[in-house]
């Protein structure tokens, strides 16, 4: 079985000390391939320092992350145009909208959001989309998109029924990662009712770690333990959900 992490913070402080055992223990579990969202400037440089450390594992993307959008956004957002104009990434992301953190930046938000979905589809990548507190907010906001075009994964998807259905008849994925294994992450009421060619698989480490490590640091090993629980709550095996999960990824990132 091969495994897909779509969503891996690899170059976060909390790496610095094991980074590359913590890469061997990856690939021990079969995690053959890491999406690595770009979330503002800072992050760029160790992003591809990894990618070119581990080519063919490790896969860069480019974007603002929400609650990095400041009042110097439109600076950061040329400086990662610049950057799209010469070479090529996985994605545009990760990006999208936060009303968990700040509710004051919304308005810039949307603007950034709008901008960068534009380069999207102009660059023909998937989008890599945040919306913690605002599904439904991001989701009006996309759906006038879609129609031209533009494709991407709800990363760390915990919204409901209604909410997975609006998403995935825009032609999105939904990400999920440690909050299925959750007790009362809500996950074991909506996976069931969802075709596994919509889903795709992520850690968001070091954030969100799935049970028994729930509250420590995560990492792409783990991605088997989401694995176990998204196979049994889909009454699928886990070589079936490898199988259709890693396709879904590298069919929507062109891996």
């Given amino acids: 079985m091969q495994w897909i992490d779509t969503h891996a913070h690899l170059y976060a402080g909390e790496f610095d000390a094991d980074r590359q055992e913590m890469m061997s223990r990856a690939v021990h579990h079969q995690v053959g391939a890491m999406i690595?969202?770009?979330?503002?400037?800072?992050s760029i440089e160790g992003m591809l320092q990894l990618e070119r450390r581990y080519p063919g594992v490790?896969?860069?993307?480019?974007?603002?992350h929400p609650c990095y959008v400041k009042k110097d956004f439109q600076q950061e957002l040329y400086i990662m145009e610049e950057w799209l104009s010469k070479r090529t990434f996985t994605a545009i992301g990760e990006i999208?909208?936060?009303?968990?953190?700040?509710k004051t930046t919304i308005e810039a938000q949307k603007?950034?959001?709008k901008v960068q979905c534009d380069w999207a589809l102009k660059y023909s990548l998937p989008v890599i989309i945040h919306c913690r507190e605002s599904i439904d907010l991001t989701i009006d906001l996309l759906e006038p998109m879609s129609a031209a075009g533009l494709r991407g994964v709800f990363h760390c998807f915990t919204?409901?029924?209604?909410?997975?259905?609006?998403?995935t008849a825009m032609g999105f994925k939904l990400g999920i990662g440690g909050v299925s294994t959750f007790k009362k992450g809500g996950l074991d009421l909506v996976l069931p009712a969802l075709s596994s060619r919509d889903i795709v698989l992520e850690t968001d480490c070091p954030y969100l770690a799935p049970v028994p490590?729930?509250?420590?640091?995560?990492e792409p090993s783990y991605l088997t333990l989401v694995a176990d629980r998204v196979s049994l709550l889909m009454g699928m095996t886990t070589s079936e959900l490898a199988s259709v999960t890693t396709g879904n990824a590298r069919s929507l990132f062109k891996l």
């Fill in 36 to 42: 690595v969202p770009n979330v503002d400037k800072e």
């Fill in 58 to 64: 490790v896969y860069p993307t480019m974007g603002l």
């Fill in 96 to 102: 999208g909208t936060d009303l968990y953190w700040d």
């Fill in 111 to 113: 603007e950034a959001l």
């Fill in 159 to 167: 919204g409901s029924i209604d909410q997975a259905r609006r998403i």
């Fill in 213 to 218: 490590h729930r509250g420590k640091r995560n």
